[in-house]
């Protein structure tokens, strides 16, 4: 897309950094905003290990890797957010945290600006009213999939007042980086994540049930279902306590069929939240 020319991404974490990493791989220019300049440097500093393990497997030469993270830049200030073409919140899951910083977006971007809020849980007319209404219809969500910078998806759900050319035009902009964009309701969970959450509560169930452990439920689904990665190890990947989050939502808005299962919260309640903290359904080197 000629149109884009520069992005803003907010919020260095692993989904922030490898989201602003897919399009600056495409020959995008990407500036990273976090709330201090060491975070956003710790943040760049992973990406580069991110794209060793393309040169290891002959996806890219050094050249290529010198040359993506040459266009990303980094601010705690938000200096050259005036100028991108599209502005990616990737936040904390917190209504008031994402309704914060779209907020102070919306005062700080260009009038023609489209912001993409990458929420996993959160009804994105709700993100919607943080933008004022000239803003409102270039509004909608862009859900990418950990890790980001691998995972194909991207759900693009369009709030109650987003116009078709912001849908159209975020699709494209998806397809660009090498994306697969589905277009999805703005319904609690969208799309994969009712599916994903469905069958981890079945798993917790099972571990529950003695059925199995959650070693060989895992090795199960990889090798029965085809699954690249088992049901507990990608609870651990995404981080036990925003799952337990999401579902309380999911079972919020269902009913029976998503409530959380008490395995998981009391995992939860031991700090055994994954592989950030060295230890979830199982143990890691930190």
């Keep these: 897309m000629d149109n884009v020319k520069r992005v803003g991404v907010v919020g260095a974490g692993m989904m922030g950094s490898e989201i602003a990493l897919c399009f ?36 890219m030469t050094e050249e290529e890797k010198a040359a993506s993270l040459g266009r990303i830049g980094l601010t705690d200030r938000f200096e050259g957010f005036d100028d991108v073409d599209v502005v990616v919140e990737a936040v904390f899951e917190d209504f008031n945290t994402k309704k914060e910083v779209l907020s102070r977006l919306d005062t700080l971007c260009k009038p023609e600006c489209i912001f993409a809020t990458n929420t996993s849980s959160l009804p994105i007319t709700l993100l ?38 912001a849908v159209e035009y975020m699709m494209e902009c998806c397809r660009t980086i090498g994306k697969e964009p589905v277009r999805v309701k703005d319904v609690a969970g969208f799309a994969v994540n009712r599916l994903l959450h469905a069958m981890w509560v079945e798993a917790c169930r099972l571990l529950e049930e003695g059925v199995a452990s959650p070693e060989d439920i895992d090795t199960a689904c990889k090798y029965g279902l085809g699954h690249p990665i088992g049901p507990f190890a990608l609870m651990d990947l995404t981080s036990n306590d925003l799952n337990l989050k999401v579902q309380q939502i999911l079972f919020d808005a269902y009913g029976e069929r998503f409530r959380p299962r008490p395995v998981l919260k009391q995992l939860v309640d031991a700090k055994h939240l994954g592989r950030k903290t060295g230890r979830g359904w199982h143990t890691y080197n930190k």
């Design 24 to 59: 600056a791989t495409s020959g995008i220019s990407v500036v990273i905003h976090e709330i201090s300049i060491d975070l956003a440097q710790r943040a760049k500093e992973r990406l580069s290990g991110v794209l060793d393990k393309s040169i290891k497997k002959g996806k």
């Design 128 to 165: 919607s009213t943080s933008v004022g209404p000239q803003r409102i219809g270039k509004f909608l969500g862009a859900h990418f999939f950990s890790p980001a910078f691998v995972m194909k998806l991207v759900e693009v759900i369009p709030a109650l007042d987003t116009d078709e050319s």
